[in-house]
């Protein structure tokens, strides 16, 4: 899609520099939060280490998402790196969900503090990477000329770092910029006196639109589908939330380790089902508290559509209360689908927006948009006169950053060959036919259902601990057995199919992408990091080491 953020070059200038070739025992491919770590473990191990990023930052999907409103809508305490008690200690956090600016900052404080910098390339992609099967090593090329052999290939490219950008008809006639949320550009936009179309109502567009809408004279909102949002009541922290975050931070750790710790936890299909009135106390009590701990409420939430049902209806009821326009308040409220099985959202006036008098909603379910024309957009039913345009559509989740690049294994085995029919990796971390290829947060993994900045610190650890292994034990090679992924895989197919989080058609299942396989990508059962541990302490049980 030509929109104005990727007509215009955002890396900037690439500094010349000499091509890099060479052997290193490690190549890592992204320089966000899992790669940022893997560099550091990798380094401390003593292994050699090279990584390459494609923007001329650190960050991620942190350093593009530049939208207005964009913030974590994980408490940032928590959206913490716990490997460096120093790093917790020196930094502090000023907002409860830190603004993309401050996570942006963090993360620059780390490559600095840690002196992570000297080992990337920045403005370096990663066009491909094979295994030479004589070799036993990877050699990975860049769209800059680098090509280096490396006897352990890491992707840290991220889970939601490659764009949805939807191929509507008229696309190139419209005459006004087009922005995409998760490339905006770094200057900041100016909306005042426009008029703005955004499509795209999920957590980027659920924090965009209130702040587009202060700005533009007129903002049109185009909907295909509603999301469940909760409002985070973001605040400055205080010296008392240090504190208490601190007492609470070894048990936090703890409890990320824990058999039972996971999104969906066998508890679950023992609770009891909670009276209505119990649950709309609940649901009243964290819905004053904001933020997405409202999916904590009760444990069979996301496994029993009678509690489900309770909290879909007590949403519904607050955007009655809230939207003033009956009709805008039946359009926004979700139904159809269990709330919490599409990621919910954390919103900052998102419901109040639609009570302005130059806001309003097109509810894309009754009037199909149907292409862009010059002067704006065609639904079914409408013109929209607009001058620019905003799409926040989402990404390309888990396997997008993956297939972007030419990735081949044994044999010339294509990672989009061999993940045709839906990805597969033995614990979300490797894969069969893929010697030697660690993927941070990969398909069949917890990633994107918790913690990200936590599960990227859980995948380096274990990886680099599999490596310290390998190097004391003499073995070359390490793959997953296909037998043990080919179970893993079922069982995270199982585990999701106890949920509710199937009965929508989710990112999380590939379903925003036209011809994904629709497999449910992550893992939302228990004990995830223990049975890894536990793995490792068999030997990598289910991995063939050579
Ligand atoms: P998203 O959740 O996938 O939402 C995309 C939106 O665009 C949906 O409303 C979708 O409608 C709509 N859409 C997609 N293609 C369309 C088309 N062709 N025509 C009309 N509408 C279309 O993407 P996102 O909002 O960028 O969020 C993705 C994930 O990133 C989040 O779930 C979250 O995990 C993460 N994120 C987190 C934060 C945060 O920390 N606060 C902020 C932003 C993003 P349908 O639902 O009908 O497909």
Known sequence: MATQANKQDHTGDRAERAAVEGDYDAVVVGAGFGGLYALHRLREKGLSVIGFEAAPEVGGTWYWNRYPGVRCDVPSLYYSYTWSEELRREWRWSEKYAARREILDYAKYVADRFRLRDLLR???????????EASGRWLVRTDRGDEIRARFCIMASGALSVPNSPKTPGLESFRGPIYHTARWPEQEVDFSGLRVGVVGTGSSGVQAIPLIAEAAKHVVVFQRTPNFSVPARNRALQDED???????????????ASPNAGRVNSSAFEAPIPSRDEQWRRYEELWQEGGGGFLLSFPNLLTHEAVNDVACDF???????????PKTAAALSPSGYPLGVKRICVDTNYYETFNRDNVELVNLKEEPLEAL??????TSARQFDLDALVFATGFDAITGALFAMDIRGRNELRLQDAWAEGPRAYL???????????????????????????????????????????????????????????????????????????KADSWYLGANIAGKPRVFMPYVGEGYRHRCAQIAARGYEGFRLT
């Open 315 to 325: 949403v519904r009821e607050k955007i009655r209360q809230i939207v003033k326009n």
């Open 122 to 132: 920045f403005q370096t992609r990663v066009v491909s990477a094979s295994f030479d």
């Open 428 to 502: 979300g971390i490797a894969v069969a036919d893929f010697p030697n290829l660690f993927i941070i947060t990969g398909p069949g993994s917890p990633s994107v259902i918790g913690n990200m900045i936590n599960a990227c610190e859980q995948h380096v650890d274990w990886l680099t601990d599999c490596i310290d292994h390998m190097r004391a034990q003499d073995f070359r090679i390490i793959e997953p057995d296909p037998a043990a992924e080919r179970a893993w895989m079922t069982h995270v197919a199982e585990m999701a199919e106890r949920t509710l989080f199937p």
């Open 242 to 256: 240090f504190k208490q975050f601190d007492a609470a931070f070894p048990a936090y750790c703890e409890s990320l």
């Open 373 to 378: 024309t010059a002067d704006g957009v065609k």
